[in-house]
T-cell receptor, first 115, second 113 residues
Framework: KAGVTQTPRYLIKTRGQQVTLSCSPI?????VSWYQQTPGQGLQFLFE???????NKGNFPGRFSGRQFSNSRSEMNVSTLELGDSALYLC??????????????FGPGTRLTVL | KQEVTQIPAALSVPEGENLVLNCSFT??????LQWFRQDPGKGLTSLLL?????REQTSGRLNASLDKSSGRSTLYIAASQPGDSATYLC????????????FGRGTSLIVHP
């Protein structure tokens, strides 16, 4: 069974640009969560999508948005990039809603560098 | 607001030692607590998930315990091996309608031969 895949793996952008990251969950999984990991703040929850609906959202500005498609694939968009958005962006999938009973499986991440 | 702290931040031990990694959380009203492993430059791998009604979970050489009343969880690694070298993170999943996980900063473990 293929794992969670994220594309691209590495990305370099400049301030003010926007970026879209993609995540393909494990086949059959309906939940996709996104996380940001930085040396300064550690790992922080961005949002979770389940059956194309955003179910939970972390404390991030509106520049961070996402969506989920009918095949459960998800995209995350960051507009008006800032230097502080440089981070490893991780995607995780689970069969049901993340947490309570279902284990999350993480992808390798997308390393975003903002210059 | 939930805060999760992991002690120690870094640990270097010789192969074969038994280890205890600590995780503490400020809000005991959690759904579960999960331990992950992260290898350099890679995503996270789930190790153990303890539901709020459980006291411990075991998988191979790993044992995780949960004491909600004191806001603590420990990850016990028996007979450590060089392949155990990684960063170990714990995450507490909040209640009150919120399924937002709060992660600790992790314990960086090096097991040398």
């Amino acid at each position: 069974k293929a794992g969670v895949t994220q594309t691209p793996r590495y990305l370099i952008k400049t301030r003010g640009q926007q970026v879209t990251l993609s995540c393909s969950p494990i086949s059959g999984h309906r939940s996709v969560s996104w996380y940001q990991q930085t040396p300064g703040q550690g790992l922080q929850f961005l949002f979770e999508y389940f059956s194309e609906t955003q179910r939970n959202k972390g404390n991030f500005p509106g520049r961070f948005s996402g969506r989920q498609f009918s095949n459960s694939r998800s995209e995350m968009n960051v507009s008006t990039l800032e230097l502080g958005d440089s981070a490893l962006y991780l995607c995780a999938s689970s069969f049901g809603l993340a947490g309570a009973t279902d284990t999350q499986y993480f992808g390798p991440g997308t390393r975003l560098t903002v210059l | 607001k939930q805060e999760v702290t992991q002690i120690p931040a870094a640990l270097s031990v010789p192969e074969g030692e038994n280890l205890v990694l600590n995780c503490s959380f400020t809000d005991s009203a959690i759904y579960n607590l999960q331990w992950f492993r992260q290898d350099p430059g890679k995503g996270l791998t789930s190790l153990l998930l303890i539901q709020s009604s459980q006291r411990e979970q075991t998988s191979g050489r790993l044992n995780a315990s949960l004491d909600k009343s004191s806001g603590r969880s420990t990850l016990y690694i028996a007979a450590s091996q060089p392949g155990d070298s990684a960063t170990y993170l714990c995450a507490a999943l909040g209640r009150g309608g919120s399924y937002i996980p709060t992660f600790g900063r992790g314990t960086s473990l090096i097991v040398h031969p």
